[in-house]
Nanobody, 123 residues
């Protein structure tokens, strides 16, 4: 496992933007983001196989959220635009060491989780 530290959450009005950051203690090839709103199931938002840059985005965020990375800083970003009230949730950075690109994008269980950062979108 590795340590993951998220930052960048906050409150924003609908239509606004936020960028979340996730700094890892080492380079990890498979990373992603989950979110969980009160009373709702946890949802996988996006994941990336950083070797090659292949990505997966949930339909609910496709076209609005984009991941990027700074490999030199072992940091993954989630740029969130056109935010909606239904995007309100705790967002978690996740990682999994030593799996293939197909497994990473195909729904692997992540074994490293950050502490979460709250995103609140008001209407």
């Amino acid at each position: 496992q590795v340590q993951l530290v998220e930052s960048g959450g906050g409150s924003v009005q609908a239509g606004g933007s936020l960028r979340l950051s996730c700094q890892a203690t080492r380079y990890i090839s498979c990373m992603g983001w989950f979110r969980q709103a009160p009373g709702k199931e946890r949802e996988g938002v996006a994941r990336v196989s950083r070797t090659g840059g292949s990505t997966y985005y949930a339909d609910s965020v496709k076209g609005r959220f984009t991941m990027s990375q700074d490999s030199g800083k072992n940091t993954l970003y989630l740029q969130m635009s056109a935010l909606k009230p239904e995007d309100t949730a705790m967002y978690y950075c996740v990682a999994r060491i030593g799996i293939s690109k197909d497994a990473c994008l195909g729904g692997t269980e992540f074994d490293s989780w950050g502490q979460g950062t709250q995103v609140t979108v008001s209407s």
